[in-house]
C-alpha cells in the first residue's frame, strides 16, 4: 500500500526556517510527482509547490523565492526548505503524489500523507 509520511512541521518565529520531509513508500518513486499543499482552519487547501518525475517544478507564487522543493530518489524523499517564513504560512502541510507529471491542482492527486503542522508566531 502507498504511504506518504511527513515530518519536520513545528513552531518557528517569523523570518525562521524549517524543512519538511516526506517518505513515501509503496510507490515507484522516481515515476511520481510530489507535492506540497497547505491547509489553514476554515480555508480551502492551497498549492505550495511540486517536483515532477523529470525533475519540473512548479510553485505558488505566495512562496517564489522563500520555498524550495526537492526530491531525493535514493531515500524515497521529497523535501520543502521553508526559509523567510511568515504568519501568513502558518498552516498543515501535507504531502501528495501522482504518476509522473506534476500539478497545481489538488484534485489531481491520488495519494496523500496525514499532515505535519508549521505555526509561525512571535
Known amino acids: 500500500q502507498v504511504q506518504l509520511v511527513e515530518s519536520g512541521g513545528g513552531l518557528v518565529q517569523p523570518g525562521g526556517s524549517l524543512r519538511l520531509s516526506c517518505v513515501a513508500s509503496g510507490l515507484s518513486f522516481s515515476a511520481f510527482a510530489l507535492a506540497w499543499f497547505r491547509q489553514s482552519p476554515g480555508r480551502a487547501r492551497e498549492f505550495v509547490a511540486a517536483i515532477g518525475s523529470g525533475g519540473r517544478r512548479l510553485k505558488a507564487e505566495s512562496v517564489e523565492g522563500r520555498f524550495r522543493i526537492n526530491a531525493d530518489d535514493a531515500k524515497n524523499t521529497a523535501t520543502l526548505q521553508m526559509n523567510r517564513l511568515i504568519s501568513e504560512d502558518t498552516a498543515v502541510y501535507y504531502c501528495?503524489?501522482?504518476?509522473?507529471?506534476?500539478?497545481?491542482?489538488?484534485?489531481?492527486?491520488?495519494?496523500w500523507g496525514q499532515g505535519t503542522q508549521v505555526t509561525v508566531s512571535s
Open positions: 501528495a503524489a501522482r504518476p509522473f507529471r506534476p500539478s497545481t491542482n489538488d484534485k489531481d492527486y491520488e495519494f
